[in-house]
């Protein structure tokens, strides 16, 4: 029984971590309404700029901002892409996930990975006051998800805020009250990227290294989090809408926590990923299927 709650406190550790790169892509697919494949590679970007730099003598901290820093720029080269060459959003992302595999390279130094093994990390401070490691991590995590929910409620009420989220949600009319909508975008794909580099920075600091190719899949991933979060948690208002993320990401770690502990094949882990997100983008059809043949059965009883 003590072995199951370790595994279940270590996955809502993780989930805390990875919470902060599904807001990151709530903010593309949900708010811009943009299926942005940048996520892939600045999460490895994130990793690897935060590992360089600790390796480099710089402190985590330091390292983990210019890694959110290297994400936004990231960000900033999809949305170049995408509004002043006019290339489909999609498709940008796609060619900066790619581009960005050889700059991760060349950031850890022509190597396919850097470890942080014995190295300081931004969970080094927590543990010397004494709490274990998972603690220390859950306690970052939680600090830096609520300094995140925090800020974007903040700034999604203020004017350009609401500009972006009227942007995803109609841009000619945003365009009709005089609102660059390509600026918008930008700005959206930049605060994105640079939380998902956040994200991947502390990650890597978690399992101590980064690895070039620790992007790949993260995206489903990002997007079972946000769907988990949708359909388990309230989304009455855009706070409850960010705190639902959290819970999908923390629920998520747990499900495969819980299922790799049942015995299912690591190896198998994609597939279930990919699996879990067509069932849960399928959940709000087969809702709307059972409430259409129950109102049927009403009528014909009546």
Known sequence: ????????????????????????????????????LTVEGSIATGAAVAAQCIVS?????????????????????TGLLHTKLKIPALLAGILTMIGLFSINLHIMGDKANVSLLRMQSIYTAFQNMGLDTTTAIALVGLLFVAGVIALLYWFFGTEIGCSIRATGNNPNMVRAQGINTNTMKILGLVISNGLVALSGALIAQNQGFSDVQMGIGSIVIGLASVIIGEVLFSKRN???????????????R???????????PANDLKLFTAVTVALALSLPLIRQGVQSKRRNKQQGVN
């Open 254 to 264: 747990i499900i495969i926590a819980v299922v790799l502990k049942l015995g299912m």
């Open 238 to 252: 855009f706070f409850t809408r960010l705190l639902g993320l959290v819970f999908g990401s923390v629920t998520y």
């Open 57 to 77: 003598g710089v402190s985590p901290v330091l390292a983990t901002l210019l890694a959110t820093i290297a994400g936004m720029l990231a960000g900033l080269i």
């Open 1 to 36: 029984m003590s072995g199951l709650i370790d595994v279940l406190w270590g996955a809502v550790s993780l989930g805390l971590l990875w919470a902060v790169m599904t807001i990151g892509v709530y903010i593309t697919y949900r708010i811009l309404d943009i299926a942005d």
